[in-house]
Structures are given as C-alpha cells and as structure tokens.
C-alpha cells in the first residue's frame, strides 16, 4: 500500500504530520476522521471525532488536510 505525506491544518491536530494510505491516483483520501489527535486515547465519555478533508500539495510533496468540524463519536462514519 502507497502511502501520502500530509500535514493537519487547524483544530485540534494542527500541525500534525502523519502518512495517510494513498488513493490509486497518489492523492491522499478526500476526506479523514482523526480520532484522539497526539494522544493514546480520550477520557471515557469524551469520544469525537475530527474531520479533515483534503486541501492541496505544497511544493514539496506534503498535502495538507484543512479542519472541518468536530462531532460526536461515530456522527462522521
């Protein structure tokens, strides 16, 4: 599996940078729930999910994917 660089923009990964499975044209998926960002696990009770979607490349072959919203634990599947 080909994997894509990209790098978080605002909420609660901003800044991040994470390898994500590439999509069969090299891109990296349209959109990304990011649960528990930089931590091993959130509190009980205080599940959600963080949804990415995919912005652009840089030019050095980083993507970046721009916050959209937070919601509920398993609101974004």
Same mark, same amino acid.
């Given at each position: 599996?080909?994997?894509?660089?990209?790098?978080? #923009?605002?909420?609660? !990964? %901003?800044?991040? #940078?994470? =390898?994500?499975?590439? =999509?069969?044209?090299?891109?990296?998926?349209?959109?990304?729930?990011?649960? %528990?960002?930089?931590?091993? !696990?959130?509190?009980?009770?205080?599940? $959600?999910? %963080?949804?990415?979607?995919?912005?652009?490349?840089?030019?050095?072959? $980083?993507?970046?994917?721009?916050? #959209?919203?937070?919601?509920?634990?398993?609101?974004?599947?």
């Amino acid at each position: 599996m080909a994997l894509v660089r990209v790098r978080f #923009v605002g909420g609660p !990964a %901003h800044d991040l #940078v994470r =390898e994500l499975p590439a =999509e069969p044209d090299g891109e990296p998926p349209r959109r990304w729930i990011m649960r %528990h960002p930089g931590e091993p !696990a959130a509190p009980p009770g205080d599940e $959600t999910d %963080h949804l990415y979607e995919r912005d652009r490349r840089d030019g050095w072959g $980083t993507w970046t994917m721009r916050y #959209v919203r937070t919601e509920p634990f398993g609101a974004t599947e």
